[in-house]
């Protein structure tokens, strides 16, 4: 599924799960993708994003708003005891390598430490992204792209850039723009 | 500070959803800690019986619990 996404649109992606995981969500929403398309320094997404009125702290704010704790993974659990659960895993690693948690039976049998999921929006957010992609005529899936396929998707983030005057049709028109700038 | 404080709000929080998932995720770490550990010991050459001994466990348990994974 990502073999045709470009470098920083994988980092977006990568991103999107970390940023879940900082704000201890059970699965990657589309507010978590929309807040990372702002990171990779290269993402033309993040100027479209600025040009619209967007800017990052807004993004930001309300993905905090939304963040549901809900479902909290197992760090944020461990984390009401007091316990880090990535300064445990941090010294087992140390000792037993990377992933060595994971590797073990409980740890495979619980999704219990590291990957988070992407919910339902998100990964259709993802898979839209593709089909923007196609319909531009291009090759490869850039983190534009990934902007786009957030306005097309039901999700959290088409609700934060819709109320902000950001809609689907303006950003494809300045999607295929840049293009043609070069 | 702000987040200690919380940390320590949730900790003592009544609420048998938040309480009970914490113990869980608990059981979850130690069992994987549990098994890092065994696996180690019987790499090292420990017999089940030293295991056994420092987990304060039977040996039994830990025997039956880990043979099955190749340990």
Not at chain 1, 45 to 50: G, I, K, N, V, Y
Request: charged share 30%; hydrophobic share 45%; glycine share 8%.
């Amino acid at each position: 599924m990502f073999e045709r996404f470009t470098v920083t649109a994988r980092q977006v992606v990568v991103m999107a799960q970390e940023d879940a995981r900082e704000r201890r969500q059970a699965e990657i929403r589309t507010e978590n993708l929309l807040v990372s398309l702002y990171i990779p320094p290269d993402g033309a997404a993040a100027d479209l994003l600025r040009r619209a009125g967007v800017e990052r702290e807004v993004a930001e704010a309300e993905a905090d708003r939304r963040a549901q704790t809900k479902g909290v993974p197992d760090a944020g659990k461990l984390a009401t005891l007091g316990i880090d659960l990535d300064e445990v895993r941090r010294q087992v690693e140390e000792t037993f390598g990377p992933g060595a948690l994971e590797r073990t039976q409980a740890g495979r049998q619980r999704r219990l430490f590291g990957h988070i999921p992407f919910d339902p929006a998100s990964k259709k957010a993802i898979e839209l992204s593709l089909r923007e992609a196609l319909r531009l005529k291009h090759k490869e899936i850039r983190s534009e792209h990934i902007l786009l396929g957030l306005l097309h998707a039901e999700g959290g983030a088409r609700e934060i850039l819709e109320s902000r005057g950001v809609t689907l049709d303006a950003m494809r028109a300045a999607v295929a723009s840049l293009e043609e700038a070069g | 500070m702000a987040e200690a404080t919380a940390v320590a709000a949730a900790a003592s929080s009544k609420d048998p959803h938040v309480g009970l998932a914490a113990v869980a995720a608990l059981r979850a770490l130690q069992e994987s800690l549990e098994e890092l550990q065994v696996g180690n010991a019987r790499a090292q050459g420990w017999s089940w019986a030293q295991i056994a001994g420092v987990l304060q466990v039977s040996k039994q348990a830990v025997h039956k619990k880990y043979r099955r994974l190749g340990y």
